[in-house]
């Protein structure tokens, strides 16, 4: 049992977000396609430890899940020649649809973005049903308490029920009230895909990549708008270094160890692009677009040494004036501690400290304790990189920061 727990998570980490939205496109409620979803998972560990797991599990959860719902319109007296065709084609129709199902994915993040839910709504329940995340990993992304997130995606799903949301991509005239959200929440999912928040594994390139292809199909549906090409970059950027970033026993390398020639150059080249697309519009560099300017200074160095650490400076101040955040501000400052030193750098992380700032993060604790550990105070650091790594659910991340604490 045990080990089908283990697979049938990894199945579900890489193929919710279809299996969702080809619920969703069946049924047009969300939550109901996820509830079905979940009722399939259930079934799953009550029958493949006795007939194996699926060769495609993903179309096997699907229309197990699509049996679930033709069940409960029958039940409910509804059936009709529309459901009766379904129940009939779904053994045949399951494996060529599985194909197809990538497009509802698109949709079902518009659907799950749609204004009539708060914007909080709207992440919590993207990043559920489409990043395949769980309410404990969202709550630590959001840095707000597990039940809050719960209570959020419940409402939600009863929001777009009630609202009768259609299950769409929305005419042009109605993007630009969702476009903010939609791409907020797949940087939320690249994101968790780069550095994962919990489990054994550093990155999850399965999620970080159906993050980046869905950015490119929104870049494609608006050309010009500068901010989806900009995030198209920065995910471009972040992605070209995964293969440096995880060693062959899965432990992580940090950017200063990385050897550069495994970076995807091509991918790179891409970002570089795709920035340049940004810029074309002619609107100014925002939230995403100066992310990638970061990014880029990165991508281009020759070696960690030769990063230009003072243009980075200057462009998260720039991030900092357009969109404040503690976690703006935090990565400013181990900028900072690049281009002129620790001493300065502590100065603002301990004024992100005192504002309570990132409380129950384990990333201004670890930012801090490399700052300490530069300036000679041994102790200090000590105490700090521990404490970051009791807060941190990510194993590797973890050993990363108890070896750093050790070390010292």
């Not at 973005?113 to 990993?137: F, M, W």
């Not at 929001?159 to 630009?176: D, G, I, Q």
């Not at 054994?200 to 901010?227: D, I, K, S, Y």
Request: charged residues 25%; hydrophobic residues 45%.
């Amino acid at each position: 049992m045990t080990d089908i727990s283990g697979t049938l998570d990894a199945i579900w980490r890489i193929e919710s977000a279809r299996i969702v939205a080809s619920l969703a496109k069946m049924t047009g409620d969300v939550g109901l396609a996820e509830d079905l979803a979940q009722e399939a998972l259930v079934d799953a560990l009550s029958q493949w430890p006795e007939t194996g797991v699926p060769r495609n599990a993903g179309a096997w959860l699907t229309a197990v899940a699509k049996r679930k719902a033709i069940d409960g319109w029958r039940r409910a007296e509804r059936l009709d020649e529309r459901y009766r065709a379904i129940a009939h084609n779904l053994e045949e129709a399951a494996e060529d649809e599985w194909q197809s199902i990538p497009d509802d994915v698109l949709r079902l993040i518009f659907t799950a973005c749609h204004p009539v839910l708060s914007r909080e709504a709207q992440v919590s329940l993207t990043l559920r049903v489409v990043g395949g995340l769980t309410t404990e990993e969202i709550a630590r992304m959001l840095l707000v308490p597990v039940a809050t997130v719960q209570q959020r995606i419940v409402r939600a799903k009863k929001t777009l029920s009630a609202a009768r949301v259609p299950f769409e991509v929305p005419e042009p005239n109605e993007w630009s009230d969702r476009i903010g959200a939609v791409l907020g929440v797949v940087y939320l999912i690249f994101t968790e895909g780069y550095a994962a928040t919990s489990g054994e594994r550093w990155v999850r390139t399965e999620l970080a990549n159906e993050a980046l292809r869905l950015g490119r199909a929104v870049a494609g549906m608006l050309p010009r708008e500068p901010e989806v090409h900009g995030l198209v970059a920065l995910m471009e950027f972040q992605a070209s270094r995964f293969s440096a970033r995880v060693a062959g026993d899965g432990s992580s390398i940090l950017l200063a160890d990385q050897d550069r020639s495994r970076w995807d150059r091509s991918q790179i080249g891409r970002g570089r692009a795709a920035l340049e697309r940004a810029d074309a519009v002619g609107r100014g560099r925002g939230n995403y677009s100066l992310q990638a300017a970061i990014a880029e200074c990165h991508a281009i160095a020759p070696a960690f040494n030769e990063t230009d650490w003072n243009r980075i400076v200057l462009l998260y101040e720039a991030l900092g004036r357009l969109a404040p955040s503690p976690i703006v501000e935090l990565n400013r400052a181990v900028a900072v501690s690049m281009a002129t030193g620790p001493e300065s750098a502590l100065r603002i992380v301990d004024r992100l400290d005192a504002r309570g700032a990132l409380r129950g993060s384990h990333l201004l604790p670890s930012v801090r304790g490399e700052l300490l550990a530069r300036l000679g105070r041994i102790e200090e650091a000590r105490s700090e990189l521990l404490t970051a790594a009791g807060l941190t659910a990510n194993e590797q991340e973890k050993a990363v920061l108890e070896s750093k604490a050790k070390s010292l």
